[in-house]
């Protein structure tokens, strides 16, 4: 870690030389007490998460220290977090589908709230009303696609439902420019700065939020368990990380998050690696969870009745040199698995390496801000912010993940697009397509 | 338009009532002080583009008023760019590409600086490398993906690039992570919200330059006239709109921009819807300007030649009601014209009545940061954005226009993504098409 900060201050000096020639501004001690005074004023002024605690556990508690305190707290609502999160998986994707979407509009009013207090904007005409527009609008895309890309062939049945799919990224676009031209209307001239400040703010936080709560939805719809088993991944690195932590953290680690030290961290990954393996394991047996969410052209409705795909087929490996030894203990020779538990690695070192910078990302946030939490939801945990800073990343990951090693374009999604044509078309297609078959010696022309 | 003020005054005054409630904070008269004192500061240290003209151009016009000697250089330097404008189409698909990529640097350079400057970053650590390498990663990301939307078959049968195409979303998805974890590690306590603040605006400048020029690009491969009209209306309705204005300008448009009149709005107005309907009638002969940039499989390259689809057709319409006597004058009962003209009815109308908000939130974005112009690379027009603060909100209409109204999944277009499956996904594709033709008796089964 020594290495890497005194890398950083080299970078720093560096970029002082390149950067002087180009401004020959130079930060005044009293500019520079101006802002911090300017950046406390502001600080006074945003919404601090209070830990809240139910009356009737604090009453029970009362007897325990506070740092003891913090950690039943803490786990209680873990486990009830956790317990939910089963509830919903049993309820289906519809279920899982709408919780992502609330998650998703508290995670954007948690940020936008910081924007509103950190711009002070009481009294900016129509601020508030112009985000949750944007919001709407960018929901109203980005589910849309999805829509149309799952059940399009439904839709298009529908004669008055067509127009919505056909024209849906004009209606999508007219709706977002009526919100760009209303900003424009709305700005004041004392307001200016805080008005693009906050118009900034938001599309960046719908980029953070909307964007990817809709490649969350995507991976729901590849199967059940391309989203439970990230996102278990995510929740059972924090809570490793922090057990590792409480009992034998002593090194910190960055000194962005005080309390986060490498035991945490390491602890925290092999938890992961060895949790994604045995998870993957049991979850790939389940059709219900391994199955994606597919029209049936023949049933006429969703299913998640399918073969499953080859990567839940158990198949036999030969283990890596440095396994060898470890295998003859057990008397085999051969590792029986399933393919899906290799990408499990991939996802859990991803989570355990990778993910926890989106929660140094989010602590770097809180602090220059001057904010404890995101918000009180969650006793012992803050925000709803506070818990999915590292889902957002991951989700991403996974859809790519996704997109590049698992679902190269099959010919199902690609008939589906070919069902959306119109007739003629569809046969225009076919009989190219057999031509250039044909023509590769493909396909045995039949006399 | 005082009825537009008015209502905004209302909704000023709602708005207060509402957010009241919401925090017991209020402006101190100290606080408004300390903050207007705050932006002065800032400003003073802000780029201010400068009207710097050319020396011979200078001297030669000295005998001139500055109201006129600037109509004569803002004139010259119209006219050098939109002959610099011929040349380029001139060039092909190839120079315009290049074109729109270095213009789409100089933008994000523009933006970024103001950034800079706005949150006095010198010594910031590795700030100005990390914007430089999240425009990179982003356009390997979208640059890639037009590249393989229409390359992919060539691309895919060179051995050693086809990694490139398959893992692509991969490997970009990995090159923004370096770049997030670089940020992460970058933070340095003293300038924690300087930071945060710049990778927001890194980013927004990023959807606003970046994506938009990527759909730029696409516009040009669906054919060179797609791109030309909309970037000429554009133009031709700044131009007339300042003719206009100049002569005839009386009642000012909207207080962001005083210079701004309704005279101008109008009479640009109907200047490009003029101007949009000949040159698309103009254009539509050239099967140069009209042919999407496809991939031949016979020729085995990409390629400019085609039949011209059905727009660029010539085609009797009957005429509107109100056209009917103007057209008797003419001793003609039908309207002979290219369909394309009423999708350029419909560019246009977009062209001037959305676009010139382009310019207005460009004109209020500058107020904001208190700057006269983005740079000052060219005389009489400031910078580089100033110029094309419109043409990006145009081009994503041009593009979700397309993709709405013209472009309804064709036939080829699935068949390339066809041929990117491997050979045996093409036949299992082939045979299950067959089947559901036969089964909707489309394709009649020949024993």
């Given at each position: 870690?020594?290495?890497?900060?005194?890398?950083?201050?080299?970078?720093?000096?560096?970029?002082?030389?390149?950067?002087?020639?180009?401004?020959?501004?130079?930060?005044?001690e009293?500019?520079k007490?101006?802002?911090?005074?300017?950046?406390?004023?502001?600080?006074?002024?945003?919404?601090?998460?209070?830990?809240?605690?139910?009356?009737?556990?604090?009453?029970?508690?009362?007897?325990?220290?506070?740092?003891w305190?913090?950690?039943?707290?803490?786990?209680?609502?873990?486990?009830?977090?956790?317990?939910?999160?089963?509830?919903?998986?049993?309820?289906?994707?519809?279920?899982?589908?709408?919780?992502?979407?609330?998650?998703?509009?508290?995670?954007?009013?948690?940020?936008?709230?910081?924007?509103?207090?950190?711009?002070?904007?009481?009294?900016?005409?129509?601020?508030?009303?112009?985000?949750?527009?944007?919001?709407?609008?960018?929901?109203?895309?980005l589910?849309?696609?999805?829509?149309?890309?799952?059940?399009?062939?439904?839709?298009?049945?529908?004669?008055y439902?067509?127009?919505?799919?056909?024209?849906?990224?004009?209606?999508s676009?007219?709706?977002?420019?009526?919100?760009?031209?209303?900003?424009?209307?709305?700005?004041?001239?004392?307001?200016?700065?805080?008005?693009?400040?906050?118009?900034?703010?938001?599309?960046?936080?719908?980029?953070?939020?909307?964007?990817?709560?809709?490649?969350?939805?995507?991976?729901?719809?590849?199967?059940?368990?391309?989203?439970?088993?990230?996102?278990?991944?995510?929740?059972?690195?924090?809570?490793?990380?922090?057990?590792?932590?409480?009992?034998?953290?002593?090194?910190?680690?960055?000194?962005?998050?005080?309390?986060?030290?490498?035991?945490?961290?390491?602890?925290?990954?092999?938890?992961?690696?060895?949790?994604?393996?045995?998870?993957?394991?049991?979850?790939?047996q389940?059709?219900?969870?391994?199955?994606?969410?597919?029209?049936?052209?023949?049933?006429?409705?969703?299913?998640?009745?399918?073969?499953?795909?080859?990567?839940?087929?158990?198949?036999?490996?030969?283990?890596?040199?440095?396994l060898?030894?470890?295998?003859?203990?057990?008397?085999?020779?051969?590792?029986?698995?399933?393919?899906?538990?290799?990408?499990?690695?991939?996802?859990?070192?991803?989570?355990?390496?990778?993910?926890?910078?989106?929660?140094?990302?989010?602590?770097?946030?809180?602090?220059?801000?001057?904010?404890?939490?995101?918000?009180d939801?969650?006793?012992?945990?803050?925000?709803?912010?506070?818990?999915?800073?590292?889902?957002?990343?991951?989700a991403?990951?996974?859809?790519?993940?996704?997109?590049?090693?698992?679902?190269?374009?099959?010919?199902?999604?690609?008939?589906?697009?070919?069902?959306?044509?119109?007739?003629?078309?569809?046969?225009?297609?076919?009989?190219?397509?057999?031509?250039?078959?044909?023509?590769?010696?493909?396909?045995?022309?039949?006399?």
């Open positions: 870690m020594s290495e890497l900060r005194h890398r950083r201050g080299d970078g720093d000096g560096n970029e002082k030389v390149e950067t002087a020639g180009e401004s020959d501004h130079v930060d005044s009293e500019e007490v101006l802002e911090e005074k300017y950046v406390d004023e502001m600080a006074k002024s945003l919404p601090q998460g209070t830990d809240k605690t139910p009356e009737i556990l604090d009453s029970a508690l009362s007897g325990l220290s506070s740092r305190r913090n950690w039943v707290i803490r786990g209680i609502f873990t486990w009830l977090m956790i317990g939910g999160f089963c509830l919903l998986i049993y309820g289906g994707p519809l279920a899982l589908m709408i919780t992502v979407l609330c998650v998703q509009v508290k995670c954007f009013e948690e940020i936008i709230n910081i924007g509103y207090a950190v711009y002070r904007v009481h009294g900016l005409p129509w601020f508030r009303s112009l985000s949750w527009y944007f919001l709407l609008t960018s929901n109203y895309f589910y849309g696609e999805n829509l149309i890309d799952y059940f399009g062939v439904v839709i298009n049945r529908t004669d439902l067509r127009f919505l799919v056909t024209y849906h990224r004009f209606i676009f007219s709706l977002y420019c009526v919100g760009f031209v209303w900003f424009v209307l709305s700005l004041v001239k004392r307001y200016y700065m805080r008005q693009f400040s906050l118009f900034a703010w938001t599309h960046v936080a719908l980029l953070i939020v909307v964007t990817q709560s809709y490649l969350i939805i995507q991976n729901i719809f590849e199967g059940l368990i391309w989203f439970i088993v990230p996102v278990s991944m995510i929740i059972c690195n924090d809570v490793m990380a922090y057990v590792f932590g409480f009992f034998f953290g002593k090194t910190p680690l960055i000194k962005l998050s005080p309390k986060k030290t490498w035991e945490g961290f390491i602890g925290g990954g092999v938890s992961t690696v060895v949790f994604g393996l045995v998870l993957a394991y049991m979850m790939s389940y059709p219900y969870l391994v199955c994606p969410i597919e029209y049936s052209e023949s049933l006429g409705r969703m299913t998640m009745d399918c073969e499953p795909s080859s990567l839940f087929r158990l198949q036999e490996y030969n283990p890596p040199q440095f060898h030894s470890v295998m003859k203990v057990f008397g085999r020779d051969k590792l029986i698995m399933y393919p899906f538990m290799i990408h499990s690695l991939a996802l859990s070192i991803f989570s355990s390496v990778i993910g926890p910078f989106g929660g140094f990302f989010a602590s770097g946030f809180k602090r220059a801000f001057k904010i404890k939490d995101f918000g939801v969650i006793p012992g945990h803050g925000g709803i912010m506070d818990r999915f800073d590292c889902q957002f990343l991951m991403t990951f996974v859809n790519v993940y996704i997109t590049s090693f698992i679902r190269t374009a099959t010919p199902q999604k690609l008939l589906q697009q070919v069902y959306n044509l119109k007739l003629e078309q569809q046969l225009q297609l076919f009989y190219a397509l057999k031509e250039s078959l044909e023509n590769r010696n493909i396909l045995n022309t039949v006399p």
